[in-house]
């Protein structure tokens, strides 16, 4: 039994030794606890839209807005007709929303962010991957309240941000450091949207490359996978694992669709242009004038109140759509419903959101594309049925392209798509018309606080240092290394000091042995106590002041690993031999040179960019 215990406690030492020591160890870890948390944050967050959408929109107001087959959770008889509640139950959640955010999070006003998807990139670039749980635990819970009573945002952009806060908040409890709080921050991001669209590879990638334009966060995807993997399962041990659009058909690719999908891809570059130039107008030329000058709740509720009296007589505007979207895949609106639908959506999206009401731009994206892609391939088969068989593949396409372009996202939205329907057979048209909606759109974007790419990002500053000088080696600057005077170590102190100190500005000393081999190093600061102690000079040698543990460097050796030597070691300069088999000492190289060579670098890539 003792044998047991002792077997039992080493492993959990060696355990604890590999969390501490290896930090994608300890990240894998974490993102398995993450994922449990955000598939049952994700759990709660779905279950109370969908019942505040049941009780509020079908029974009060009596008003029947048709869900997704396979999300339709509660069923009912529906209520007597009263559409004028709707107006009033958003004027309400606006009203609270403002009142709330003021009171509490103030500093969360939404004056440059879009949704809780921009909050989470906003907080990776500038706030070292921090975000407060109360900003957390009151946008979600208005999200609930905004979505459920008929506002036109999407959960993707709440759940994104509760996933987020989720792992930012256990990195700050664990004590983590930045870099590692930033990536379990996107690892619960990623959790969190791969539990809502039941879709965890789509989840996890969007996760991580909705921050940049054209790059990707490639450290946190393993833990953003695994993090997704276990929010789904959660997500679905719970809901069933049945897709979204439970009723539609297998779709196929025919290579005769090409040149439609080419004007399907051309159409969403300008519809995601003119639905993104719309959001910011609306935000910025309407609501954030009169925020400043009546203040958030007035703002909140004014926006509550359009949206509220669009969705009274538009019901097709209210909340997320999915279930419009799934009629328009299995044709069941004419191509004027849509056009209606796609440009009545864009405004009710813009007033809900430019209003700073909680709520996400992801889903309202993805209905604006699925109507335009239902708009080419409509006609595109009343014209063409012998090219264009089955219009609802368009709307497919047009949901991942769309938002590719619109959102600046180019893998996460068409694998998406795919787990939505449980279907790879459109993903050649997936991926062609989203990578011309990307170059089309490449300089818009939904989210305020995307950046280019890693170059851009604070949170990468000091790797970018480090990334540079890895690809320059210390050969090229061998010319700038400073002349070195080597010290046999049999050398009295005092005539070191007499024949080579008095003539030299030399801070550091290699020591070399008879054969001329280096055995050791000191610099100014050893013999210091010694300078002005004749009794001493005169007893001591070289070797007895010298360092015999030399860290030296290489001319094949990067810039990088010799300024990580001088970092560790916290000295000035290093010797630099010939070769690793007893070769001989060129020069000292400096700390000081390698900054100066990478503001040469700096100012060149900035020359070259300009």
């Given at each position: ?199 965890p590879l789509g989840g996890a990638i969007t996760g991580v490359e909705i921050i940049y334009k054209e790059d990707f966060e490639s450290e946190a995807l393993l833990p953003a996978i695994i993090s997704s993997v276990i929010a789904y399962t959660v997500f679905t041990l719970i809901y069933g694992n049945h897709p979204i659009f439970l009723e539609i058909p297998h779709f196929y690719f025919n290579p005769k669709e090409l040149p439609f999908y080419l004007i399907l891809a051309l ?344």
């Amino acid at each position: 039994m003792d044998s047991i215990i002792f077997k039992i406690k080493s492993l959990w030492s060696s355990i604890k030794e590999v969390y501490r020591g290896i930090s994608s160890f300890r990240l894998m870890m974490i993102s398995i606890i993450l994922g449990i948390l955000a598939g049952l944050g994700a759990a709660l967050f779905f279950l109370g839209i969908e019942w505040t959408k049941f009780k509020l929109i079908h029974q009060l107001a009596g008003i029947a807005v048709p869900g997704p087959s396979g999300e339709e959770i509660f069923k009912g008889k529906i209520g007597p007709f009263r559409p004028w509640l709707i107006p009033i139950f958003t004027t309400l959640v606006g009203l609270i929303t403002g009142i709330l955010v003021k009171k509490f999070i103030p500093y969360a006003q939404q004056d440059h962010i879009t949704d809780g998807t921009d909050t989470i990139t906003r907080a990776f670039h500038q706030n070292e991957g921090r975000i407060n749980p109360l900003v957390t635990f009151l946008k979600g819970l208005t999200a609930v309240f905004t979505i459920g009573s008929g506002g036109s945002a999407g959960r993707e952009g709440p759940i994104t941000l509760i996933g987020g806060g989720i792992g930012s908040y256990l990195g700050s409890l664990l004590k983590l450091s930045p870099k590692e709080r930033r990536i379990l921050l996107l690892a619960g991001a990623g959790g969190g949207l791969g539990a809502i669209f039941r879709a965890p590879l789509g989840g996890a990638i969007t996760g991580v490359e909705i921050i940049y334009k054209e790059d990707f966060e490639s450290e946190a995807l393993l833990p953003a996978i695994i993090s997704s993997v276990i929010a789904y399962t959660v997500f679905t041990l719970i809901y069933g694992n049945h897709p979204i659009f439970l009723e539609i058909p297998h779709f196929y690719f025919n290579p005769k669709e090409l040149p439609f999908y080419l004007i399907l891809a051309l159409f969403c570059s300008f519809c995601g242009y003119l639905y993104v130039k719309t959001f910011f107008f609306i935000k910025y030329s309407i609501f954030q004038k009169i925020k400043k000058r009546a203040g958030l709740i007035i703002t909140c509720g004014l926006g509550g109140l359009i949206m509220g009296i669009l969705g009274m007589f538009m019901p097709f505007v209210l909340s997320g759509g999915y279930g419009y979207l799934e009629m328009a895949i299995l044709g069941k609106l004419s191509l004027l419903t849509m056009v209606c639908f796609m440009i009545a959506k864009t405004i009710a999206t813009s007033v809900t959101i430019g209003s700073e009401m909680s709520g996400g731009m992801f889903a309202p994206t993805l209905f604006v594309g699925g109507m335009a892609g239902g708009i080419i391939g409509t006609f595109a088969h009343t014209h063409y049925p012998q090219l264009v068989a089955h219009p609802g593949a368009f709307v497919l396409v047009g949901m991942a392209s769309f938002f590719a372009g619109a959102g600046s996202a180019p893998i996460g939205p068409f694998i998406l798509v795919c787990e939505l329907t449980q279907d790879y057979g459109l993903l050649a048209p997936l991926m062609f018309c989203s990578a011309i909606c990307i170059f089309f759109n490449r300089k818009i974007s939904i989210y305020e606080n995307q950046l280019d790419n890693k170059f851009q990002s604070p949170a990468h500053s000091g790797e970018l240092f480090v990334d540079i000088l890895s690809n320059h080696k210390v050969e090229e600057l061998l010319d700038e290394l400073d002349p070195v005077y080597v010290v046999p170590e049999d050398m009295k102190f005092s005539d070191f000091k007499k024949k080579i100190f008095i003539n030299t500005t030399q801070y550091s000393f290699p020591v070399v042995d008879k054969n001329g081999r280096l055995t050791g190093i000191f610099s100014s600061s050893d013999f210091r106590h010694m300078l002005f102690n004749p009794e001493i000079e005169e007893l001591v040698i070289i070797k007895d002041i010298a360092v015999s543990d030399v860290v030296v460097t290489y001319p094949d050796e990067s810039l990088n690993r010799a300024l990580d030597k001088l970092t560790q070691k916290n000295i000035d300069a290093l010797p630099v031999l010939s070769d690793k088999e007893d070769g001989e000492i060129l020069g000292l190289l400096r700390r000081k040179s390698i900054i100066i060579f990478y503001n040469k670098l700096i100012e060149k890539l900035k020359s070259t960019k300009l």
